[in-house]
């Protein structure tokens, strides 16, 4: 799939975009070298980003000062952004709002727990974060170093979803 040269725009989306979307965002702008244009969106997006998000993120040196919760429907108006691929990080996929995309783009999902959902009192929502934060980085890895000017419509759209369903 050729993007003339412009950066393939993909929209990560989360329940609230305050952690899982969130750090898919900031990976893949890192991760992308500049092919890749990373965003994120919430369905109902929190107040802002999940404190151990940003921990993690800063402690391993990736910039975080852009990163605030979005709602999906900053991204829906015709015209606005002509997204790529839209990949879904929620525990199912969000089918309420698949059709609702300008411009036909991909649409995937990769399924993560949330973090967010687990108490802390035994340090489990911490070492959810950490799991989650390496299985992004795998999954993005692998993403980011496909063969886009190689790849037709159909086998991206493969390629993403075997990256979803393999779980990197």
């Known amino acids: 799939m050729t993007t003339d040269q412009r950066p393939l725009?993909?929209?990560?989306?989360?329940?609230?975009?305050?952690?899982?979307s969130q750090m898919a965002e900031c990976l893949l702008n890192s991760i992308g070298s500049g092919r890749y244009k990373a965003h994120s969106a919430g369905i109902l997006p929190a107040g802002e980003v999940h404190p151990l998000a940003i921990e993690l993120l800063k402690k391993n040196k990736l910039a975080t000062d852009r990163l605030h919760c979005k709602d999906w429907q900053r991204f829906a108006p015709p015209g606005l952004l002509d997204l790529d691929v839209v990949v879904s990080v929620c525990e199912s996929p969000v089918e309420e709002i698949n059709g609702k995309?300008?411009?036909?783009?991909?649409?995937?999902?990769?399924?993560?727990?949330?973090?967010?959902?687990?108490?802390?009192?035994?340090?489990?929502?911490?070492?959810?974060?950490?799991?989650?934060?390496?299985?992004?980085?795998?999954?993005?890895?692998?993403?980011?170093?496909?063969?886009?000017?190689?790849?037709?419509?159909?086998?991206?759209?493969?390629?993403?979803?075997?990256?979803?369903?393999?779980?990197?």
């Open 9 to 20: 725009q993909v929209l990560f989306l989360g329940s609230r975009n305050a952690a899982r």
């Open 101 to 168: 995309w300008p411009g036909n783009p991909l649409l995937a999902h990769w399924q993560h727990p949330d973090p967010v959902a687990l108490a802390d009192e035994d340090g489990s929502m911490r070492r959810a974060f950490f799991h989650t934060y390496n299985q992004l980085v795998r999954r993005l890895t692998i993403f980011a170093s496909l063969p886009l000017n190689k790849l037709d419509r159909d086998a991206l759209k493969r390629r993403i979803d075997d990256i979803g369903r393999k779980g990197a």
